[in-house]
């Protein structure tokens, strides 16, 4: 628990002094757009949030990202320290090492990479820090894939990382920027996810955001508590179950279950930062995202369509074909998946009698995981919209329009709602019974 | 590069250039899309149906059916020693186009691992396939990214494939 005893020793750290505070200052030439890949336009937003240390393990896709942003270091483009690491275990480690030190952190991962993490991604939510990863989203072996789909971010939900699911290269730039502010404001480590491939190697336009703004929305980081040589302290000892005294006699340290509970209300807090934040560079920079999630054509829909990424996108054109047919079809885009913004989302699906989910990941066994915690969310309140869910793209099966029109055409045809049909299977347009 | 130079010019806010998704290596079949439009491009999955389609090699035309993801009213633009390969094509696509990429390549002395560097050349003779971007605005982007002395090259190359080439129309 941070104590106000703790937040007084914040030292002018090492880390300042060693590598300076400095903005990375660009020309006006590089504030138009410029033609990215997405893993580009990731550490160009690296770069430019001025993250002092950067440790990452190279895996296909997001292997780009490291290298250039080992580029700008090397080519002292920026001032920060270039770990080489030889797993993502050792990455995340040195992340978590370096975050508690006080310095502004990042990583990069894919599928197995972020599986090997998995015990460390627990410890930095834990220990609060506000480290920030790109998770370039690739399927799970086995059978080897290196193609895209949400199974390797999805079975992080629980280690209490912050998830974020963008559209475009332009989102991935801005939501990295709005991530920084996020974690440092929340003390949560938060994961941006995009789509393998479909962004992370095609190149689109990006506009950067200039130095004032960045410097308006992202002051240097002041961490609340900090491991100081000159001070020393111990953090996230063996937590007994129960609260007891400090060495002064004071009952100030929760057991752990009460340090646990902190964390998942300000956890669910949060989702209030990532809107406040997101305004606040929408207001400055010009481009929205909605906040938590984005709506498109929902203000007459009777049908929604619900999806995350760059599924989110292509249905995008799906509800313009289905308007022509007559169909009163609306998208909701999920950008927040972790903290789970449910009357968020009750919210943007109050006035629409059936939901077509369309989820890049499965529970095996279940369904997927945007469709459950859709309809758990829904049961907790008055809302009882017809919830169809589809799995689609997995292993980067590609997701076309028309596949998605077909897709909601069938849930909307189905006399019993379709729980966790298989869409594409075969490369065909049947849904396949998925349980 | 053909994205980039659209997207440069006044007139196209939305483009996308994608890879084919999976592994590349040199002498292998690959293939890439681009997306330009006027608005911003919302699709992400793969080109189906294309307005014009660009072949590196003449020699895959006898190893796979290239044509048939093509609009009715396609272009091509394809790289063959000398204008008989237009005397085979079919009303697949409404124009043709060929261009000896690989001589203009050898003889600008872009040759890497023996391999001919036919981009250039390339997107100078597709320009006749898409007026809407201009010549100019590609040779801006080869010299941004091959500064100095390639870039002088490309910028030839360019030019030399948008002057030779031969047409073959079906209206």
Known sequence: MITAKVAEFVPRNAWEKRFGWCMNMRTERDRKSRVLTGNEAAAFACKDASVQVVAAYPITPQSPVTERIAQFVEEGEMNAQYV?????????????????????????????????????????????LPLVMACVNRGMAAPWTIWTDHQDSISQRD??????????????????????????????????????????????????????????????????FQLDPAN?????????????????????????????????????????????????YANLVGRKYGGVLKTYAMEDADVAVL???????????????????????????????????????ADALNRVSQVVVFDRNVSYGHEGAVASDL??????????????SLIVGLGGRDVTADFLVRGVRQCLDSKEPVVAGWLGVLGDSTIRPGR | LLAEAAHEQEGFPGVMAAPSFGAERRGAPVAASTRISDRPVLMRSQVYRADLLVI?????????????QLKSDAAVVINAPNQDILEDMGGDANLWIQVDASRIAIEAGMVSSASPLVGAAMLGALVHA??????????????????????????????????????????
């Open chain 2, 130 to 171: 898409l007026p809407s971007v201009k010549l100019s605005s590609i040779q801006h982007c080869l010299k941004k990214h091959f500064p100095g002395r390639r870039g002088q090259q490309n910028v030839a190359m360019a030019a030399q494939g948008y002057e030779n080439v031969n047409k073959k129309e079906f209206v």
């Open chain 1, 307 to 345: 999806a995350m990424g760059t599924v989110a996108s292509e249905s995008r054109v799906a509800v313009d074909r289905l308007r022509a047919e007559g169909l009163a079809v609306g998208l909701v885009s999920l950008r927040l998946f972790r903290p789970f913004p449910g009357p968020a989302l």
């Open chain 2, 56 to 68: 590196f090699d003449h020699t895959l035309l006898s190893l796979m059916d290239v044509t048939s």
């Open chain 1, 375 to 388: 309809k758990s969310h829904l049961f907790s309140t008055d809302l009882r919209p017809r919830v169809s």
């Open chain 1, 84 to 128: 080489c690491v030889e797993s993502e275990h050792s990455a995340i480690t040195v992340c978590i090492a370096a975050s508690t030190v006080g310095a502004r952190v990042f990583t990069a991962t894919s599928a197995n990479g972020l599986c090997l993490m998995h015990e460390q991604l627990h410890w930095a939510a834990g220990a609060r």
């Open chain 1, 232 to 280: 020393p302290y111990n953090f996230n000892l063996v937590t007994m179950p129960e609260p007891r005294k400090d060495h002064e006699g004071i009952f100030e340290m929760g057991g752990y279950m009460d340090l646990r509970y902190r964390f998942q209300v300000e956890l669910k807090r949060s989702e209030e930062v990532v809107k406040s934040v997101h305004d606040a």
């Open chain 1, 159 to 224: 280690t209490g990382w912050m998830q974020l699911y963008v559209e475009d290269n332009q989102e991935i730039y801005d939501t990295i920027l709005q991530a920084y502010r996020i974690a440092e404001i929340c003390h949560v480590p938060v994961m941006v996810c995009y789509d393998g491939y479909i962004l992370s190697h095609t190149a689109m336009p990006v506009s950067f955001a200039s130095t004032e703004q960045i410097q308006a929305l992202l002051p240097p980081r002041t961490p609340a």
